[in-house]
């Protein structure tokens, strides 16, 4: 018996040691991939082309106003889980066709009332984004970084006979600051936010010597539900906004001169499958 009681007491003093041995042998990496579908409504669209351009309100003007399917795909990387290594794609691509209410002039070209026209606004990005974690908690999150975006845009507005045809691409990259955070909420559910965002020169991201003013953010809420120890599934409200001014580089069909500035409203829901428990 006395033997029996030592062994107990020797596992009772060893025990704190075994779970701190068992939290550190925790895996140094944690992968975790995100899903998200939802809609998009357009709030503000407001562009101009070229100096004499018409001042174009994209859901009056060319009946930008439905509700347009979006998804969201991003993949991370922890290591300890303190830094962060995030990569989104957003595939973001509307189309409307409308008749002309109004004459429009594009880049020098003119667009008469009665016109019916297509106009496709198409802005997917590619963002590779780090955060570090200043909370020790593992079921807490508040984490700050930095990112940089690639934007990829096309505008295009054609009219239907064919006759009148205008465009603008774009690439280039833009950086951005971030801050996101996730707090438990009893039963499993948590609230979490995400705010990325930035305003700059162009030119000078660019290495242009012409001057374009730059800005977007990024930010939602999103509530969700740990439903099994490796998946979650939310509910994701997104503003999206963003947008450039200023004289850029001309071409034969333009003189350089835009503005160009949005605010969407995404909502969407999603799932998420993490390495970690």
Do not use: C, K
Not at 30 to 53: C, K, S
Not at 134 to 142: A, H, I, N, Q
């Amino acid at each position: 018996m006395r033997h029996l009681w030592v062994g107990v007491l020797a596992w009772a003093l060893a025990a704190p040691a075994l779970a701190q041995d068992a939290e550190e042998a925790e895996p140094e990496f944690g992968v975790r991939g995100t899903v998200e579908l939802g809609f998009l409504a357009v709030l503000d669209h407001d562009i101009q082309l070229g100096t004499d351009g018409t001042f174009i309100d994209y859901p009056s003007d060319l009946e930008q106003s439905n509700l347009y399917f979006v998804p969201r795909l991003s993949i991370e990387v922890d290591i300890w889980r303190q830094h962060h290594l995030t990569f989104l794609y957003q595939p973001l691509d509307i189309t409307s066709t409308a008749t002309l209410r109004r004459d429009l002039r594009i880049d020098g070209l003119d667009y008469p009332e009665g016109t019916p026209v297509r106009a496709r606004y198409g802005f997917p990005f590619y963002r590779l984004s780090w955060d570090f974690d200043v909370l020790p908690e593992r079921d807490t999150l508040l984490a700050f970084g930095l990112g940089l975006q690639l934007r990829n845009a096309t505008i295009e507005f054609e009219s239907l006979d064919g006759e009148r045809y205008r465009s603008r691409n774009d690439v280039g990259p833009v950086p951005l600051l971030r801050a996101r955070g996730r707090f438990p909420v009893a039963n499993r559910f948590f609230f979490a936010f995400e705010i990325d965002g930035f305003y700059a020169p162009i030119s000078v991201l660019n290495g242009s010597d012409t001057e374009v003013q730059g800005a977007i953010l990024d930010a939602s809420l999103r509530f969700g539900w740990r439903f099994m120890d490796h998946a979650d599934a939310f509910l994701n409200v997104r503003y999206l906004a963003g947008g450039a001014s200023g004289a850029g580089d001309p071409t034969p069909t333009s003189d350089g001169v835009q503005s160009n500035w949005l605010h969407f409203l995404v909502v969407s829901l999603g799932a998420t499958i993490d390495s970690r428990p």
